[in-house]
């Protein structure tokens, strides 16, 4: 079995890092086409939530392959 480590960030550390409020992410989110709950294995390119929340990827991720985990 081949194994692999993805680099994640939490939600709260993604809304914290962007000054967004994680009550309109998660509106946002509960709008959309990914699904989630209590757990961590819902994962979301890092890239792809900034353009769902209008908001700039930080240069500082640039062409990292990084996931925010949508769980608790």
């Known amino acids: 079995m081949k194994t692999f480590n993805i680099k994640c ?6 809304c914290d890092t962007h000054e967004l409020d994680i009550f309109e ?6 709008e959309s086409d990914y699904s989630y709950g209590t757990n961590d294995d ?3 390119g890092y890239e792809t939530l900034c353009d ?3 908001t700039r990827p930080l240069s500082t991720y640039s062409g ?3 996931m925010v985990a949508l769980g608790s």
């Open 52 to 54: 769902m929340c209008d």
């Open 25 to 30: 992410v998660d509106d946002i989110l509960l």
């Open 42 to 44: 819902t994962l979301v």
């Open 9 to 14: 960030v939490t939600l709260d550390d993604f």
């Open 64 to 66: 990292i392959d990084l």
